[in-house]
């Protein structure tokens, strides 16, 4: 996170007082520095263009009702029609325009995925932090707890829980919680690694002698600098948590009906493959889409945010 | 070397232990095993469900029952099903059927990554690279259930004509009732092998390659290459001997790390090509609430991660000769 801003020169005046210099120079750089990632993530055309086609389909989906003639509940009188200009992604057997469907999946799960993201992220980072910055046998304990969960295939659990709380009743909000429970495992080991290593640095040192306590150094001289891989991960897991809301939703223990899922959508697609096709490739496409959009958003976010860092994506 | 390998599977035995108990509690404050009985209308008699209590254990404390269930497994006995399952004969069954696609699909994503990875590494920021990229996003970002289907409904039906009979198969792990010797049975398993092996070996090596790309810069970058090629390797021998061996190890430890998730893909693909291995036996005991064979199914998943974190220490002093553990 190290963005070497060279002074402008007219700040840099022989005249001028030392001090005022360089609170001015301060004051500067810290602007620099935003505007400087985000100069950065916007000359990343592909995380650009992404972001964009995310957005334009949260709002597409989130707004549905007011563009498109369709909902997800609506029977037309079409049966098993195939892509038309009156349904773009066709019906199905029942008379359903599939486009509303996929709309209403694509709302249900992109939600679930940014519930997981945000909540997985606040309590990961606090935990992280929590371990890296006492150390000790509490960071051993926190630590080997979530290696110990990592011992079992998250999709297990998942199932497991997915078929058993809440009657297996398939609430979206239930599901996200779910999903979160175990998706705070990665920011955690990122959160607690840096912090291990941030809480050496002088400025903790210098906060401390100035009587700052443990809780005010973590949340204001900490945190603020981890929040570069905070944001980074905090997307990949939005894009991990739909492809696994949506596998846990094709395998039947995540969301149900009467609410809908894009991964839903598909194990409905499937089991007409071969004589509808269209029910089957658009859910997936989508699904896809904004996987795809995602990722390449969290890495333009990497390059824009920590330009030394590998570019290593797991 | 061998004592090595004993002390770290000594080492696994209290971690497998504790992962035991959580596991266990776990299962036991999610699932309710009576769940299908008590909801029955017209409802079963008291006395059924007093029986069913006490066949699995539950009129005893948690801590007792959580005991017998561990000095049963240690013995081989997984405990009572809601089925009347013998879950130990089942599960070793499953287990050989679901281990031939992960291993395979393993092997298959490494090679993948390694060839991808150095191909992309080696020619960086060329066409190759770009290409390798892209293909490794859109990996990234597949839903292996959506992959696998797809290449189920409409990849196989297509090779299938184009050859002229049935070669990749699309449902179960073998053809039931096949006549002949070990040779056929082998190509038949074989062609139920391919689809799924492809599905969950592609949306695994994504991630891989990139690590192997960028572990094989850091490497191409270093100092004892130059030296190697200084004194007179050729290109070829620096590249195989020297490059990629040290640019193994980092992804020795994502390949370990990700064993879980692999497991984990493995029970959506063979729910896709309906094959009756550990995944249906996850997803059924999910369905019955049947909790010893949920157990059962976690337990020896959570010996197979450590099994392969074992296999990857190995590897390291294999690959790095610094490492020794004599």
Not at chain 2, 145 to 165: D, P, S, T, V
């Amino acid at each position: 996170m190290t963005d070497v801003t060279v002074p402008k020169p007219d700040m840099i005046k022989a005249d001028g007082p030392q001090r005022d210099v360089s609170s001015r120079d301060f004051t500067v750089r810290r602007r620099s520095q935003s505007a400087l990632v985000l100069r950065r993530f916007l000359q990343h055309r592909l995380a650009v263009i992404s972001l964009v086609v995310f957005l334009v389909l949260v709002l597409l989906s989130l707004f549905a009702e007011t563009w498109w003639q369709y909902t997800s509940t609506t029977i037309t009188d079409d049966l098993s029609q195939g892509p038309s200009l009156k349904h773009p992604m066709g019906t199905d057997s029942t008379g359903h325009d599939l486009l509303a469907k996929v709309l209403a999946g694509a709302r249900v799960s992109v939600l679930v995925a940014l519930l997981v993201a945000v909540l997985s992220t606040a309590f990961g980072t606090v935990f992280g932090a929590l371990s890296g910055f006492y150390g000790g046998r509490a960071d051993t304990l926190m630590m080997r707890f979530v290696d110990l969960i990592l011992t079992v295939p998250s999709l297990a659990i998942l199932i497991t829980l997915g078929a058993t709380i809440a009657g297996g009743g398939g609430d979206p909000i239930v599901i996200a919680l779910i999903l979160a429970s175990l998706s705070w495992l990665q920011i955690a080991r990122i959160i607690r690694g840096l912090f291990l290593s941030l809480r050496e640095k002088e400025y903790v040192e210098a906060a401390r002698c100035l009587g700052a306590s443990n809780r005010r150094i973590i949340f204001r001289h900490l945190l603020p600098n981890a929040v570069g891989p905070i944001i980074v991960n905090a997307t990949i897991v939005v894009a991990v948590a739909i492809l696994a809301e949506t596998a846990l939703s094709f395998l039947g223990f995540g969301i149900k009906f009467p609410s809908t899922s894009l991964g839903l959508l598909v194990a409905e697609g499937q089991s007409a493959a071969s004589t509808r096709p269209w029910l089957f490739y658009f859910p997936g496409l989508v699904i896809v889409l904004i996987a795809l959009t995602i990722n390449f958003v969290g890495d333009g976010l990497r390059d824009a945010l920590d330009p030394q860092q590998n570019r290593v994506r797991a | 070397m061998y004592a090595f390998a004993l002390r770290r599977l000594l080492i696994s035995v209290p971690l497998l232990l504790v992962s035991s108990m959580i596991v266990y509690a776990l299962v036991h404050f999610a699932g309710d095993p009576l769940r299908d009985l008590e909801g029955r209308n017209p409802p079963v008699p008291p006395a059924v469900l007093e029986e069913r209590r006490r066949l699995l254990g539950l009129d005893k404390s948690l801590p007792e029952q959580y005991w017998n269930w561990l000095t049963g497994i240690v013995t081989g006995d997984f405990g009572p099903s809601v089925k009347g399952i013998d879950i130990g004969a089942d599960l070793s069954r499953r287990l050989g059927v679901t281990m031939r696609m992960v291993i395979l699909a393993i092997l298959l994503a490494v090679i993948l990554a390694m060839v991808v990875g150095v191909l992309s590494a080696v020619k960086q920021y060329s066409g190759v690279d770009y290409t390798a990229t892209l293909l490794g996003f859109i990996a990234l970002s597949m839903p292996v259930f959506w992959l696998a289907a797809l290449l189920k409904e409409f990849l196989a039906i297509r090779i299938n004509q184009a050859i002229g009979k049935t070669v990749v198969y699309t449902i179960g792990e073998s053809t039931p009732g096949l006549e002949g010797g070990l040779l056929t049975k082998l190509a038949d398993q074989a062609g139920h092998l391919v689809l799924p092996t492809i599905a969950l070996a592609a949306v695994n090596y994504a991630a891989w390659s990139r690590y192997q790309r960028s572990s094989m810069l850091d490497v191409l970058n270093s100092d004892f290459i130059r030296l190697a090629r200084a004194k007179g390797l050729s290109r070829r021998r620096v590249m195989v001997r020297h490059a990629l061996r040290c640019a193994l190890i980092p992804l020795t430890t994502v390949v370990a790390l990700d064993a879980g998730a692999i497991l984990g893909g493995a029970v959506i693909t063979e729910r896709v090509f309906a094959w009756h291995g550990m995944g249906e036996m996850l997803l059924n005991a999910a369905n019955d609430q049947d909790v010893n064979r949920l157990l059962a199914w976690l337990m020896v998943s959570a010996v197979i991660v450590v099994l392969f974190n074992l296999v990857a220490d190995l590897l390291y002093a294999y690959l790095d000769p610094r490492i020794r553990y004599a």
